[in-house]
């Protein structure tokens, strides 16, 4: 079967650096997403990878190894508008999102 | 503002009241979706209207029926519901094409309390 997992909930203080990890199984592989959804707000689309390696984007970098079926989101210099949810999910060879539950980050002052 | 509006917010209904959710995009996208988010799951896919033309997720009840009379606007007809249809339910959009099909624009959903 497909699956994503992640952790439910991570905590980390404000400007630290946390890693989000997710692994992923999925029928054929076409790229890895992030979302970041705040509380009681639509989720917003932070990144794409579909070849190994790490893409910067800001405060923000994604890695992906394909061969491991992994992937981390990294947040730098955290702020608090940092905490909300971030949602993994993997594209399969049918280009069909398979979706993780979502980890809860809480940002600590 | 994602460029996808979604309305009402927040909806309660009877097991038998017949309501409907309504979608709007301003994206010029061609393809539009509705998704199920309950608490500690995974974001469940329901309906698909890609370039116009449906794509069903088969294990969703007939109590919930799309409509996509253009390619701007998205319904979800509502009827005979269970309490377990109470969650969150969201619209997106995205262009078709591929991988485009992973960066989709989200409204801000529909709260459904189902009493």
């Known amino acids: 079967g497909q699956n994503i997992d992640q952790p439910t909930e991570m905590t980390a203080t404000e400007g630290a650096i946390v890693q989000i990890n997710c692994t992923y199984q999925t029928s054929g592989f076409n790229g890895l997403f992030w979302y970041q959804q705040h509380a009681g707000e639509a989720p917003t689309f932070l990144s794409y990878?579909?070849l190994d390696g790490l893409e910067e984007k800001g405060r923000f970098s994604s890695f992906l190894s394909r061969s491991k079926g992994y992937s981390y989101l990294l947040l730098k210099e955290l702020q608090m508008k940092d905490s909300a949810s971030y949602l993994c999910a993997a594209m399969d060879s049918n280009y069909q999102l398979i979706w993780g539950a979502g980890t809860k980050l809480i940002i600590k002052p | 503002e994602t460029g996808v509006t979604q309305t009402p917010r927040h909806l309660v209904m009877g097991m038998t009241n017949k309501k409907s959710l309504k979608c709007e995009q301003h994206?010029?996208?061609?393809?539009m979706y509705w998704y199920k988010q309950s608490a500690k799951k995974p974001l469940e896919l329901m309906f698909v209207y890609s370039l116009e033309e449906r794509v069903e997720n088969n294990s969703v009840p007939s109590r919930f029926s799309p409509e996509c009379p253009n390619s701007s606007h998205l319904f979800l007809h509502l009827h005979t519901l269970q309490p377990e249809d109470s969650a969150l339910y969201l619209c997106?959009?995205?262009?078709?094409?591929?991988?485009?099909?992973?960066?989709?624009?989200f409204g801000e959903g529909s709260r459904l309390t189902v009493l």
């Open positions: 997106a959009s995205s262009q078709e094409g591929d991988s485009s099909r992973g960066e989709l624009f």
């Open positions: 990878n579909v």
């Open positions: 994206l010029g996208h061609n393809a």
